[in-house]
């Protein structure tokens, strides 16, 4: 590589802030700069985006060596234009952000989706790698290197890691999981339930309330109230847990990895992970009543120690050459995977991505 450890700045940008770091070796330097993405106004935006930048580079002791970061929502990231995002509106009909930083910093730049990076960052340092160390430790040989990541807030966001690589698409956009069927309303995406809007819809219909509570509020309600209100609060985590169980079960299916869960409304993960473990391990039933499991997969919730620890004994037996009496090979007879929650921290994980995502152009 031509950099050794260098300096990248990067962004994590939302509807509402737009937040700037320094990161050089996985650590940020200094303090982040936040500022106001002005989500309506382009010109003002773009402003944003360079004196944010501007003012980061000119508080560092070295030269910038890349800009990498995050932008929510579909884009033509390959190429560096960012187009039609639900919650950065002024930036629809396409906006050349890349080239346009280009040519103001003379640095490369590369833009990607957040869930990506936060799938690509805890692939990397974070879940993934704990995971593995926890494994060797118990003397299990059994390495995980794939990961598919969740992110859960205003959005529905995923990112998949494939040996080590980002799963991109031959359009930016290989991972559109918020499109895809809701199993609470048959004619909306997902999104409409696994999204801070539909905690808030479920909980306001089933407790009668007009005013639409925060997902923290919910969260309150759940533990701390009483009557009614509880009810409906863990009704609606369960229904939560239930919804994003039965995408997850789909996902399990196509890319066979563990998942990591990361955002806001992951922290009430207590309340929503028993709907969504028992959905994964539910069962389907045929036309003739025949019963078949949900998965081909056990799923294990890896937060709970007792979960890990039948995650880590289980599933691996020594076979013999037909007709021969010596145990010579390995089977892997009960395929598992577990969900984690984020290890480095929803943001911490978009940016180190944004950063080993740099790395790997920079050479």
Known sequence: MKHKAPLILSLDAGGTN???YAVKGNKIIGEPIQKPSYANNLNKSLQTIVEGF????EQQPEPVAALSFAFPGPADYENGIIGDLGNLPAYRDGVALGPLLEEKFGIPVFINNDADLFAYGESICGCLPDLNNKLKATGSRKTYRNLVGLTLGTGFGLGVVNEGHLLRGDNSMPNEIWLMRNPEYPDANIEESISIRGIQRSYRKLSGDKEFLTPKDIYEQAVH???KKQQAALETYRIFGYNLGDTIATLISLYDSNVVIGGGIAKA??????????QLNSEFITPEGKHM???????????????FKAFASGGEKQVALPGKTEALYRYNHNPRVGIMKSALGTSQAVVTGAYHF???KLV
């Open 269 to 278: 993960w207590d309340l929503f992970m028993p709907a969504l473990i028992k």
């Open 54 to 57: 501007e003012t980061l580079a």
């Open 18 to 20: 737009f937040v700037f």
């Open 293 to 307: 499991p949900r998965l081909t997969h056990q799923v294990y919730a890896l937060e709970d120690e007792s979960n």
């Open 358 to 360: 740099a790395l790997t």
């Open 225 to 227: 109230g009483i009557g």
